[in-house]
């Protein structure tokens, strides 16, 4: 049912809040023919509105601020219950640390770990096309000489994909394998833009390198 | 038995004697296949075989029979078409293997409009282009430098016989006879046998000929003498036998 301050009630994804202009719209609810409805299970919050500013008093005059919206209390469902940690998606934009778990001559595919700054809880899978690893010379981009398989690359997301992928990026230079193993199983430190190197065999391995801050 | 690596056999793990390992003043040690470098100065076989050492190019290697073909860059194999998808060929180089990818472009003379027309089953005798533990091998039909063929592509008629992976080696030498110890093939064109032959790295080898008789001859040939182990001169009795008694 309607509920208008209640913090403990629960709600199912399509029941009535109450009006749009009464409430205002926050996460996991969306507005159809002026209502606010929930789009998950979970409990409901309000966020009390900012208290409106009484008249402010000048020496020699005193103004009434005009009503703004932004006092309508916020509605939000959460699913978690009283925490406001919410499930971080990654956006189109985002810089995203990933590991490469699988390379066809095609595309890269990865297991998209951290986003922005925040660990995600699930793992998101992406893509990185060979035609986007790098800006230049986008036809010759071999992906063995790019990525490994248990590479750690930072990369942009270019589109939110399809179904089962995300699509990313590394086409900038401080975009790229951040984190490599050598084939002898050592950790190596890069030498130039595409070339890694084990610092206890001496072999260099090729990598599309990023940018070190 | 320093000097004598004709005869050293090792077995995976075992150390190598200092002694074995060939200085030379200007070139660096090159390891070869079999061996593996673990710093600073440990050269250990990988697997089990004789070790050979070679002091003028300053190098050691492995040989070795082992069961199962690993594709390697630049190897020359002969692959059976499974199927086609989108612009490529599946090719199987082995039994119960992940297929190696043959794009349909390139052959000879292959544009977008002309492709080659590979069935189900077909052989082809081919390169390895791209062979790491990363990824499926790809192959090619034609040479990347000079764009020709080079004795590259499908193989019509004849048939395809299986041997082990040391004899398919030792074929492919450029000195058979004396550095591999084989010289069947040689023999038999010399009785007077016609046919054509491609020998791939994957343990296939390929016999064409206009008489059914002489394909199976030489299978047959090619098989004893993988089989027993032969060396030249029972290769010559063997030889001279089957064609006796094809006569």
């Known amino acids: 049912m309607a509920t208008s301050s209640g913090t403990t009630s629960i709600a199912t994804p399509g029941q009535l809040l109450g009006p749009a202009s009464k409430f205002q719209p926050g996460p996991g609810t969306h507005i159809h023919n002026s209502n606010l409805y929930s789009s998950l299970l979970g409990v409901v919050h309000a966020s009390q509105p900012a208290k409106p500013p009484g008249p402010s008093k000048r020496l020699t005059k005193i103004t009434v601020p005009t009503q703004t919206p932004a006092e309508l209390p916020t509605l939000s469902v959460s699913r978690t219950g009283v925490s406001e940690k919410r499930e971080v998606l990654p956006e189109v934009g985002n810089t995203v640390l990933c590991r490469v778990t699988r390379i066809t001559p095609r595309q890269a595919v990865v297991a998209i770990l951290i986003c922005g700054d925040t660990v995600l809880e699930a793992e998101w899978q992406g893509l990185i096309r060979v035609q986007d690893v790098r800006a230049t010379e986008k036809d010759k981009v071999k992906i063995y000489e790019s990525f490994r398989p248990g590479d750690i690359v930072r990369a942009e997301v270019i589109s939110l994909g399809d179904q089962a992928n995300f699509y990313l990026s590394t086409a900038r230079n401080e975009l790229g394998v951040i984190l490599a193993t050598s084939e002898a199983g050592n950790n190596m430190y890069p030498v130039n833009w595409k070339e890694y190197m084990d610092p206890e065999t001496g072999l260099s391995e090729l990598r599309k390198v990023a940018k070190p801050y | ?247």
């Not at chain 2, 299978?219 to 993988?226: I, S, V």
Request: glycine letters at 10%.
């Open chain 2, 1 to 247: 038995m320093a000097t004598d690596t004709k005869s050293l056999y090792v077995l995976p793990g075992d150390a190598i004697d200092k002694s074995l390992v060939p200085r030379h003043k200007k070139q660096p040690l090159r390891l070869g296949p079999g061996l593996r470098h673990i710093p600073p100065s440990a050269i250990v076989p990988t697997t089990a075989g004789q070790l050979v050492v070679e002091p003028r190019k300053n190098s050691m290697w492995m040989e070795y029979n082992g069961g199962r073909y690993v594709p390697a860059q630049n190897d020359l194999v002969i692959g059976q078409v499974q199927r086609s998808a989108a612009e490529l060929y599946l090719v199987n180089l082995a039994a119960h293997t992940a297929s190696a990818t043959l794009p349909q472009l390139a052959f000879e003379g292959a544009t977008k409009k002309t492709r080659p027309q590979l069935a189900q089953g077909a052989l082809v005798y081919a390169r390895v282009v791209l062979a790491n533990r990363h990824m499926d091998a790809e192959l090619e039909c034609v040479s990347a430098a000079t764009g020709k063929a080079e004795g590259l592509g499908p193989l019509t008629g004849g048939m395809a016989f299986d041997v082990s992976l040391g004899l398919a080696r030792r074929l492919l030498m450029a000195r058979s006879r004396d550095e591999g110890g084989v010289e069947v093939l040689e023999l038999l064109g010399a009785e007077g046998l016609a046919f054509e032959t491609a020998v791939g790295r994957n343990g296939r080898v390929w016999v064409g000929s206009d008489s059914p008789k002489t394909i199976v001859l030489v299978g047959r040939a090619l098989r004893e003498t993988d089989e027993g182990r032969l060396d030249v001169e029972q290769q010559r009795k063997l030889v001279k036998r089957l064609v006796r008694e094809m006569r």
